[in-house]
């Protein structure tokens, strides 16, 4: 048996555990006119805390994602008071470690897709945003926080570390000493303080949070979906690959740009001294 075909086989039975936690969804709405999707976690009556249920749909927003070729970029958020509250802790109390594993799995096999996605994306979160909440923050491109944050990496205190893979993510992020700092203090942060530690790219009010967001994501996708999305993933493959293979992939994605109809209409109109 291939290793994809056994995967697939593995992934299969987490899915079927996972549904056996049952609690709120995960919605994908696509606007095709502005190229921007939202992505919603949506059980505001436990702060939006992580199911099992919801861990499986996540991931199949995500793939969907995949799949939406003229896409732009994407907001991931929370109905409710806040984004997320982190993992659902009946299915801590009720999992064992190798329920655990699996589930680590999963999502980090999720939102390491998110961050490949060929989408600029963008974490609004706001309220009380703790443990696995924040993990799935920092796997976006960007962090737009509202006013009203209270931010964590509280997992050592509930005797536990990163489950999704953000204590390598936070690496990139914001670098080794501060990703440590900010692991080991377990250090409940508000906008400000997520902002001065390199977490956070911008703070709007929480009365217009979304609408702020929305604004700032579209300023940065004016270009045609095509260039954004070859941006995007030059520089993902700038985390993932060595500098010398980068670098070749950049010249493979350019080369179809090259005299290509964007590039010739960009030509005939003179936009470069425009």
Known sequence: ??????????????????????????????????????LVLDRPEKRNA?????????????????????????????NGCNFCSGADLKFAKASTARDGLEMSEWMRDALVRLQRLPLVSVCLVHGPCFGGGAELAVFCDYLIAADDVRFGFVQGKM???????????????????????????????????CVNVG??????????????????????????????????????????????????????IFAPFWGGSLNKQALDKNIKHS
């Open 1 to 38: 048996m291939s290793c994809e075909k056994q995967q697939q086989n593995d992934f299969s039975k987490i899915r079927a555990k996972l549904s056996e936690f049952p609690g709120g969804n995960v919605s994908l709405a696509k606007d095709e006119h502005s190229g921007i999707a939202e």
């Open 50 to 78: 992580m199911s099992g249920k919801m861990m499986v749909e996540f991931r199949d927003r995500v793939e969907e994602l995949e799949n939406w070729h003229e896409g732009k970029g994407v907001i991931l958020r929370g």
């Open 199 to 252: 977490l956070v790219d911008h703070v709007v009010s929480s009365r217009a949070s979304l609408l702020k967001a929305r604004d700032w994501l579209t300023a940065r996708l004016s270009l045609p979906h095509q260039i954004t999305r070859a941006f995007k993933t030059i520089v993902s493959n700038a985390h993932d690959y060595s500098y010398a293979d980068a670098l070749k992939i950049e010249g493979d």
């Open 159 to 193: 005797g536990i570390v990163t489950a999704w893979g953000a204590g390598t993510r936070l690496v990139q992020k914001i670098g080794h000493k501060r990703a440590l700092e900010v692991l080991l203090t377990s250090k409940v942060m508000d906008a400000e303080e």
